[in-house]
């Protein structure tokens, strides 16, 4: 009996190990045949794929309103260009020759239907072809394209144009601008009273040096630590002219220190213009501008010591100032003397506003000299500046209002680019 139960063990044991051995044969069977039909498969699209269509109306000229070598290229798309996905993109190639040999200069994606070629040289005329193209992966998983055989378009040549269509109207504005100022500057030549908003600070002038003359005591003129060839340093040496006059008909003491050495001669031969120019050329001494050092901070230092030791009664800072601005300014505040300032320099304004008793900002600098003088050209070129930007900051008003409520489309009138 005990035999007869091993054998049936026996005999279930077997027929599970043939069970299983039948199953593992036939999954894999069924999976050699799946990766077989998909090798079949993929072959087989492989086999069936073709190139997409090429575009159609291509239109190759050259780029308009530029200064030469750039041609446009467009193109409509390709029928197989329909979402699809038929088509990944298309190759942009250029020849010398219409036979060949072409050289891709770019591509675009599918969806695109215009290119811009940007290396062309103006003195050859070229050929075109526009090839529409579908990459895949091949049996070898690398990857591969199938491009489509496009007729080439051309000649076209790239040419310089003289003027920018584009921008047609900011010569618009531009011209506006410049018959303001030639207007205005014949009106001043005329002897016409012109206005000019008055500026705080070099109206000024006069109090700040007849102070110092009450009080017997000296001027300081800064000219800023810049060379002659800064814009800031030739307004501020125009403005030491207006001043060295009033000093010299009050017979007050003018120092000016400088940092550079072309500054020093050119304040030089301006003052003695201006005590000229007022019948006391005997008054001027070349010792009233004298050249300290052409270090930042120790030109800065040089003119604090000078500040605390003699106490002048009044200081002008007329030019380009850096981080020795609220040292210079600090130290005049100190010494209770009247301080007037100028610069361009948008990062020390605020220090010249906080210490001085008056502030030119940025453009009233420039302005001073033509206030000043009341030079016709200048003068006449102030006025149509301020006239023109009245007409911008009108634009600008009427623009946001019509943008903002939407009535009509006049982003044209401003319009510069493409």
């Keep these: 009996m005990k035999i007869q139960v091993q054998k049936n063990e026996l005999d279930i044991v077997k027929r599970l190990v043939l069970s299983a051995s039948v199953l593992f044969l036939i999954h894999s069977e069924a999976s050699f045949s799946q990766e077989s039909a998909a090798l079949t498969s993929n072959v087989t699209d492989t086999v069936l794929m073709t190139a997409p269509q090429p575009p159609i109306s291509v239109t190759i000229k050259d780029l308009p309103n530029d200064r030469g070598s750039a041609v446009h290229i467009s193109w409509e798309l390709s029928p197989d260009d329909n979402g699809s996905g038929k088509v990944t993109g298309y190759i942009i190639s250029r020849s010398e020759s219409q036979s060949g040999p072409f050289e891709v200069v770019g591509d675009a994606v599918r969806g695109a239907n215009e290119f811009s070629d940007n290396q062309t040289d103006d003195s050859k005329q070229f050929y075109y072809k526009v090839e529409a193209f579908f990459e895949y992966l091949n049996a070898a998983g690398e990857?591969?394209?199938?491009?489509?055989?496009?007729?080439?378009?051309?000649?076209?040549?790239?040419?310089?144009?003289?003027?920018?269509?584009?921008?047609?109207?900011?010569?618009?504005?531009?011209?506006?601008?410049?018959?303001?100022?030639i207007f205005f500057i014949e009106k001043a030549k005329k002897g016409d009273q012109i206005y000019v908003r008055k500026i705080a600070g070099i109206d000024a002038v006069d109090e700040a040096v007849g102070r110092a003359t009450e009080m017997g005591k000296k001027i300081y003129f800064v000219p800023g630590i810049q060379d002659m060839n800064d814009v800031q340093t030739i307004a501020g040496i125009a403005i030491l002219g207006r001043v060295a006059r009033l000093a010299a008909e009050y017979d007050t003491w003018?120092?000016?220190?400088?940092?550079?050495?072309?500054v020093m001669a050119t304040a030089r031969e301006s003052m003695k213009e201006a005590y000229t120019s007022v019948g006391r050329p005997d008054a001027f001494h070349e010792a009233q501008v004298h050249y300290l050092t052409d270090d930042q901070f120790g030109y800065a230092a040089a003119i604090d010591g000078m500040v605390v030791r003699e106490k002048p009664?009044?200081?002008?800072?007329?030019?380009?100032?850096?981080?020795?601005?609220?040292?210079?300014?600090?130290?005049?505040?100190?010494?209770?003397?009247?301080?007037?300032?100028?610069?361009?320099?948008?990062?020390?304004?605020?220090?010249?506003?906080?210490?001085?008793?008056y502030t030119l900002i940025g453009e009233e600098l420039f302005a001073a000299s033509a206030y000043l003088s009341r030079e016709p050209r200048q003068l006449g070129s102030l006025k149509g500046q301020d006239v023109g930007k009245a007409i911008f900051l009108l634009a600008i008003i009427i623009g946001v209002l019509l943008a903002t409520f939407h009535i009509g489309d006049i982003l044209f009138l401003f319009k510069v680019t493409n």
């Excluded at 505040?333 to 001085?356: D, E, H, R």
């Design 143 to 181: 990857k591969a394209r199938l491009v489509s055989v496009s007729t080439p378009g051309g000649p076209v040549q790239s040419v310089p144009q003289w003027f920018n269509a584009n921008r047609k109207w900011a010569m618009l504005w531009l011209l506006v601008v410049a018959a303001s100022i």
């Design 254 to 262: 003018l120092e000016v220190p400088v940092s550079k050495a072309m």
């Design 313 to 357: 009664a009044t200081i002008f800072y007329m030019g380009a100032f850096f981080a020795e601005s609220l040292i210079l300014a600090e130290t005049g505040n100190s010494v209770g003397a009247i301080q007037i300032a100028g610069t361009a320099q948008p990062a020390q304004l605020p220090f010249f506003v906080a210490a001085c008793d």
